[in-house]
């Protein structure tokens, strides 16, 4: 099992920049694949980012593609969100999850492990 803890949350204006952590337990980090989600009042929960095991793939939601980078250090057991360019429509708890896959997911129901989340607000 995995245990997941986002951190790095906060209130920002329009165009500044946040960086998201997501902390896990366990040794065997290394063998899931790890997505972040974010769900904002009165909407459904939204795919933003997944890496692969190795950190070698990545993929992103059009919406944050060019804004947002995940990146991960698989010795420090943690997965990182770097948000860019923040707009207020960023605004949402994000959320990060594993996944025992070979392959980026980019669906919630391809996971298996999921973290408390983080607020991200962004003002105009």
């Known amino acids: 099992q995995v245990q997941l803890l986002e951190s790095g949350g906060g209130l920002v204006q329009a165009g500044d920049s946040l960086r998201l952590s997501c902390a896990a337990s366990g040794r065997t980090f290394s063998s899931y694949v790890v997505g972040w989600f974010r769900q904002a009042p009165g909407k459904e929960r939204e795919f933003v980012a997944t890496i692969s095991r190795s950190g070698g793939s990545t993929y992103y939601a059009d919406s944050v593609k060019g804004r947002f980078t995940i990146s991960r250090d698989n010795a420090k057991n943690t997965v990182y969100l770097q948000m860019n360019s923040l707009k207020p429509e960023d605004t949402a708890v994000y959320t990060c999850?594993?996944?025992?896959?070979?392959?980026?997911?980019?669906?919630?129901?391809?996971?298996?492990?999921w973290g408390q989340g983080t607020q991200v607000t962004v003002s105009s």
């Open positions: 999850a594993a996944a025992a896959s070979s392959r980026p997911r980019t669906g919630r129901n391809e996971y298996d492990y």
